[in-house]
């Protein structure tokens, strides 16, 4: 449970919002030409970090629009929020000490301010 | 070394007695790691030590350490909320989760450790005329694989459990529910020890706090773990690590379909016995029990989202609440008394991985998402068996992972969903 700064709302509780999953999967341009493996990686395989993760969100019970989130999975710390479209922003977040580890503080309400593009 | 375990009996119990049970030994030890084992579990939840103890039992592979990051059944295991039944509608689930209620059934005298294995039935309710037909076509899918289910009309469920509230003025009415009889629940803590026990005993080291923080890899072959207690060697690594299974399997570049999420439940106050059974219902999101101690066990849902943080958001225990009250309103004034979550690893059929990879050496169990504690010993009977002969058992050659390529996916969302 945490807050969600939505670019055109401003910052709401994440209940209104639904996750549509990890960011920057790009349908395959040649869909005729994939092998089954290929689709499957596609349509079912994902990366589910744990850490800093990339990921689509919409603001279903608010605007309806769509925006991208760079969230640490393990404390739930929202660190940056940008527009459908734009590249993956690098950010050097606060990944787990070990792969597994647990962070000291298990969840946090933080939340991040939106910064436009110029 | 493993010493073997003196056994349980209403005679050790006296016995121990007269020294105000101070001297009763460890059910298990804790070694540190060898440089070598000829196979490596990693997790040591209730899947990861019935995997190690029926390497042990019916494979001959003696020499195994399962390697947990925390501590034994802190994980899922002690977290969910003990339901176990096998009324799954299609036949490979069906038959994977007999084996294990099967399993279940002889567990406490196999392991001389009372898991406390209660059969009180679960009861999945109806509330919708797609509610009837839905569960009616799991049931007749239930007969036909030989799995015991019955069909109550909303009079049969009121006499069942008395404490449902039947009114047909309700937003949800009940309309009828299915009924396993040999379905119910067991003492989460206890399979997780008793299976601990009974693998240290022939001879599998079970190292807690121990981190797996790489797998090592040649040519195509598994050849060992770096852990924070070092390098240990092996030539089989299972990996039975629920919500982490995509940690591990990231580190060696093998894609999962799974994602992880906190799954939720909560316990009352202790009251006296009051509801006999476990009844569930998928569509208003609700299931309850009551565990031996008088408390109200109740599960909540998934959050919509991957987190890591064994938390999850208010509003799903919320919404679970509400879907009890008004199926049970004297329960209304009971006060919650603690509330957590775990992190559940969901595979987009619903179904679980239990699968070779293209690793030579390394295996996975994996997906058992919000469902996974009824499965115990069948899952470790059938990765045992995986493991032990590089080859699936006929029970878990359908939950391979090639299926989502195949598309031969076993879709169980709606006998997988809600009761955990």
């Known amino acids: 449970m945490f807050l969600i700064n939505c670019p055109h709302c401003g910052e709401r509780d994440q209940s209104e919002f639904n996750c549509g999953g990890e960011a920057h999967i790009v349908r395959p341009k040649n869909p005729l030409n994939l092998t089954d493996d290929q689709w499957a990686d596609y349509l079912f395989m994902r990366k589910n970090i744990k850490g800093i993760q990339f990921e689509r969100w919409n603001h279903s019970n608010g605007c309806r629009r769509w925006f991208n989130v760079v969230r640490n999975t393990a404390t739930d710390e929202i660190l940056k929020i940008y527009n459908i479209g734009e590249k993956a922003p690098q950010i050097e977040g606060n990944n787990p000490k070990t792969p597994s580890g647990e962070p000291i503080i298990g969840s946090g309400n933080y939340s991040t301010s939106f910064e436009k593009k110029q | ?272 016995p009051i509801i006999d059974t476990v009844v569930m219902s998928n569509t208003i999101h609700a299931y309850v029990s009551q565990s031996d101690k008088g408390e109200l066990v109740i599960g909540a849902g998934t959050d919509g989202y991957t987190s890591y943080t064994q938390r999850g958001g208010f509003n799903i225990v919320e919404d679970t609440i509400t879907a009890v009250v008004e199926l049970f309103p004297l329960f209304s004034r009971m006060k919650m008394l603690r509330h957590w979550g775990g992190i559940v690893d969901i595979c987009p059929d619903a179904s679980p991985i239990v699968s070779k990879t293209h690793i030579n050496g390394l295996y996975f169990n994996c997906g058992w998402g919000t469902g996974g504690f009824k499965a115990t010993p069948g899952s470790g009977w059938v990765f045992a068996h995986t493991i032990a002969n590089d080859e699936p058992h006929a029970l878990n050659a359908p939950f391979n992972i090639n299926r989502f390529s195949s598309g031969e996916l076993v879709d169980e969302h709606g006998a997988a969903a809600v009761a955990h």
């Open chain 2, 1 to 272: 070394m493993n010493k073997k375990p003196k056994k349980y009996s209403v005679f050790s119990l006296i016995k121990n007695a007269f020294s105000y049970h101070e001297n009763w030994q460890p059910a298990w030890d804790s070694p540190e790691p060898k440089k070598e084992y000829e196979a490596i579990i990693i997790g040591g939840g209730g899947h990861g030590l019935t995997t190690a103890y029926y390497l042990a039992k019916n494979h001959n592979i003696k020499n195994i350490a399962v390697i947990e990051k925390g501590w034994i059944g802190g994980g899922n295991t002690g977290r969910n909320t003990t339901i176990i039944r096998s009324n799954y509608l299609w036949d490979q689930s069906a038959a994977l989760y007999e084996h294990a209620l099967k399993l279940w059934e002889g567990m406490s005298q196999e392991l001389n450790y009372n898991v406390m294995f209660s059969q009180r039935g679960v009861m999945n309710v109806a509330h919708t005329l797609h509610d009837v037909r839905e569960l009616k076509r799991r049931w007749h899918a239930n007969r036909l694989n030989d799995i015991d289910c019955e069909w109550l009309n909303t009079q049969q469920v009121k006499k069942f459990c008395p404490v449902i509230n039947t009114s047909q003025n309700i937003r949800y009415p009940v309309l009828g529910a299915t009924l396993q009889r040999r379905a119910g629940t067991a003492r989460h803590d206890a399979v997780a020890w008793g299976y601990a026990r009974g693998a240290n005993a022939m001879g599998v080291d079970i190292i807690q706090n121990c981190e797996v923080t790489n797998i090592n890899i040649k040519e195509g072959n598994v050849t060992g773990i770096e852990t924070t207690k070092g390098l240990i060697k092996s030539k089989k690594i299972g990996v039975v690590a629920a919500g982490h299974s995509s940690v591990i399997a990231n580190m060696v570049g093998i894609r999962l379909p799974l994602e992880s999420r906190p799954l939720q439940a909560l316990v009352s106050e202790p009251v006296k």
